[in-house]
């Protein structure tokens, strides 16, 4: 059977990779999708932060090596926790690379970064895309977090999710 365009891509047909200094103007692309305001410039953003990061990783399509979005992990100041956060491109939205992006995240962050035994991620309530998102990848949904973190100025309530290292992975 055929696969039509319009099925969600599975985890294998998203490749994470490091980023590189010249994915500046694919990264521009989608950044300012995101963004209400102008970006900054993201050469030097690329440059001190996402090279230097232990976990930070590009989100191409199969066949494609342009990022489309980004996905990193960020130990806490306990080694055995870390956080979990993913941006992509709108034109990718709604059609599961998000989820294959980070199913393939907790597939590999495990086995990469030593000690670590959970990996959480905190979404705005009112953002029910990215909630479903955390769950379809196999992720628990916890609680929710009241007046927890603020977003572009506003202090938002927020649903705590975790995947632990004993969490079975989702396929």
Not at 122 to 127: D, G, I, K, M
Not at 142 to 162: C, H, P, T, W
């Amino acid at each position: 059977m055929e696969q039509s365009s319009q099925e969600a891509p599975r985890a294998a047909e998203v490749k994470l990779r490091q980023f590189e200094l010249s994915d500046v103007d694919s990264m521009t692309d989608w950044a300012s999708d995101l963004l209400d305001k102008p970006t900054e410039p993201l050469l030097p953003f690329i440059r001190d932060f996402v090279l230097p990061h232990p976990w930070f990783r590009a989100i191409c399509l199969a066949g494609d090596d342009r990022p489309i979005g980004a996905v990193y992990v960020t130990l806490t100041r306990d080694p055995c926790r870390a956080e979990l956060s993913y941006l992509l491109a709108r034109a990718h939205w709604g059609k599961g690379v998000a989820t294959a992006a980070v199913m393939r995240t907790v597939a590999t962050v495990f086995g990469e970064m030593k000690g670590l035994e959970r990996v959480e991620a905190l979404v705005e309530v009112a953002n029910r895309a990215s909630q479903r998102v955390l769950e379809k990848a196999g992720f628990t949904r916890e609680a929710v977090l009241r007046k927890y973190g603020v977003v572009e100025g506003v202090v938002k309530d927020m649903v705590m999710f975790s995947f632990i290292d004993t969490d079975p992975l989702v396929e």
